[in-house]
Nanobody, 121 residues
Framework: VQLQASGGGLVQAGGSMRLSCADS????????IGWFRQAPGKEREFVAVSSWNGIARYYADSVKGRFTVSRDTFKNMAYLDMNILKPEDTAVYFC???????????????WGQGTQVTVSS
């Protein structure tokens, strides 16, 4: 599994952005895909997760109702759609693959390089 998150950039508060997670080994469909973020000076935190089949989806309270996880099994891709973005959403976002759809980052086996999301006020 070789993950890569992409789609970050600069957006104004209230705007939207879609992050993508790809696996060059095309085995992403076997795993739960979690999304985490790390802001400057802060610890990495859970954002959202989708089970391998997309049925179970969990979100951090801070993004519930604004962010949506999804997957495209045909394309072997996972997505994080972010709406009504706030300056406090500014962080490096990572996708990770693991067996179970958990909020615990230490239960993920594979991590991709992150993508920077900056939300201006």
């Amino acid at each position: 599994v070789q993950l890569q998150a992409s789609g970050g950039g600069l957006v104004q508060a209230g705007g939207s952005m879609r992050l993508s997670c790809a696996d060059s080994a095309r085995s992403l469909n076997r795993y739960a895909i979690g999304w985490f973020r790390q802001a400057p000076g802060k610890e990495r935190e859970f954002v959202a997760v989708s089970s391998w089949n997309g049925i179970a989806r969990y979100y951090a309270d801070s993004v519930k109702g604004r962010f949506t996880v999804s997957r495209d099994t045909f394309k072997n891709m996972a997505y994080l759609d972010m709406n009504i973005l706030k300056p406090e959403d500014t962080a490096v976002y990572f996708c990770a693959a693991g067996t179970n759809p958990t909020r615990n980052q230490y239960e993920y086996d594979y991590w991709g390089q992150g993508t920077q999301v900056t939300v201006s006020s």
